[in-house]
Nanobody, 121 residues
């Protein structure tokens, strides 16, 4: 059974940092794309970052230069380092995995349950 489990969310002050992790299990993901989405209250889920199996990263304009996505294929894990956090980064963050890298929700086969990130001003 494939499972994605996020960790590392919590409360941070504006300008601070958090590091999210997503551990995948059930099968190898070394040849899959992995990514992060987020959903703020009252808003639709939006793309944050993704990384292909050859480690090429893609970012939403809103997080470019502040967030860094990475992956550890040996341990089926991906990370999202979030620096210079802003109150508008407050959302539930979801990790995703699938055969194709997409900057939209469709096409991702597996999703985690989400982890809350709250940034105070």
């Amino acid at each position: 059974q494939v499972q994605l489990v996020e960790s590392g969310g919590g409360l941070a002050q504006a300008g601070g940092s958090l590091r999210l992790s997503c551990a995948a299990s059930g099968r190898p993901f070394s040849r899959d794309a992995m990514g992060w989405f987020r959903q703020a209250p009252g808003k639709e889920r939006e793309f944050v970052a993704a990384i292909g199996w050859i480690h090429v990263p893609y970012y939403a304009d809103s997080v470019k230069g502040r967030f860094t996505i990475s992956r550890d294929n040996a341990n089926n894990t991906q990370f999202l380092q979030m620096d210079s956090l802003k109150p508008e980064d407050t959302a539930v963050y979801y990790c995703a995995a699938g055969p194709y890298l997409r900057t939209y929700e469709g096409g991702w086969d597996y999703w985690g349950q989400g982890t809350q990130v709250t940034v105070s001003s």
